[in-house]
């Protein structure tokens, strides 16, 4: 930031009025919170909003129920410590549930479901039970996804002498690129789209449909404790209840 400052900087020559700093201290720093209602939205940017919410269990709730979407299209949130512009803000990470199928069952324990998340990105928490296991038809982690990045298909796993393909699905996934397979295109547009060539029996589709599922239904609700990673922990992504569409 100041760097940036500084370049900006160099090229004006500032009167002395103008290199005179305003100063304002920690404590006379105003965050303002929604007075009326329960949120108030106001437009920062193209497609950004700035949302203040008057209950902070609303913020804990909203921020723990990620992804949400509208009209199928991710909607990004990022928390706003008031020391960032809008500018300043990337929106490029969301956390996503992630389904690992078709793993033996040696492999269906937190462990294995900890360095398959770590291969993808930043594992926040895997979906056992309090002995470390999951009992299921497939292993549940909660992921922080780069949205600029692929989605990750899947993940060869080696346990013991034999070598296993893990598909991944996608709890709540929103519109992304068949292309590419991203959720988000940093210049708006598809880098791999040839347009030229892409014509409908050409085309060799690599992403689809079929990365997405459907939420978890297995398990009753609350049958299963989740084991938290550290990195979770600190990021404080840790519930399930509330993941939704708006
Ligand atoms: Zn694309």
Known sequence: MESDLSKL????KLTEEEQQEVVVSSEEVIISEAKKGKAVFKEVGRNKFLVE??????KKRIMQGRPWSFDKNLICLQDCEGHESWKEMQFQHEPFWVQCHDLPFAGMNANTGLNLGKSMEEVLM????????????FLRLRVMID????????RFLTLGNAKYWIPFKYERLPNFCYHCGKIKHVTGMCDQLDRGKA????????????LRTSQKSFFAEGSQSRRETDQGRKSGHDQRKGDGEV
């Open 199 to 210: 014509s409908l029996e050409g085309f060799n589709q690599q992403y689809g449909a079929w």
């Open 126 to 137: 895997v979906d056992t039970d309090d002995s470390g296991v999951c009992w299921g038809s």
């Open 53 to 58: 919410l008057k209950e902070k269990a609303d």
């Open 9 to 12: 900087c160099e090229g004006l």
């Open 147 to 154: 949205l600029t990045k692929p989605l990750a298909r899947g």
